[in-house]
């Protein structure tokens, strides 16, 4: 779903109306583990990752929330290092 432009936004577009239809206000994205090979990841889901929550922000604006996993424990920081802090403003 991730992985191009147009399969981002046919999602995105869909999650927006389904938002929309049911009054949710926004969404939370639980793929933990993008690019881990013991959960079929693929090569460049990381960054295809980032491209929908960007994109998602790009769409949604001020009106739906969005939240995301960020890795906590010892081993996930070792496993998936977070190399900066990141505001959700900047998402």
Do not use: H
């Not at 690019?35 to 295809?48: E, I, L, S, V």
């Not at 604006?61 to 890795?71: D, E, L, M, N």
């Amino acid at each position: 779903m991730s992985s191009s432009s147009d399969n981002r936004a046919q999602f995105i577009n869909g999650l927006k109306a389904f938002m929309d239809t049911y009054g949710f206000d926004g969404v939370d994205i639980d793929w933990e583990y993008p690019q881990a090979d013991d959960r079929g990841g693929a090569q460049g889901d990381t960054a295809n990752y980032v491209s929908l929550v960007k994109e998602m922000r790009a769409v949604f604006g001020a009106k739906y929330g969005i939240t995301v996993p960020r890795p906590t424990g010892t081993c996930s920081i070792l496993i998936f290092p977070v190399s900066r802090p990141i505001s959700i403003g900047s998402i």
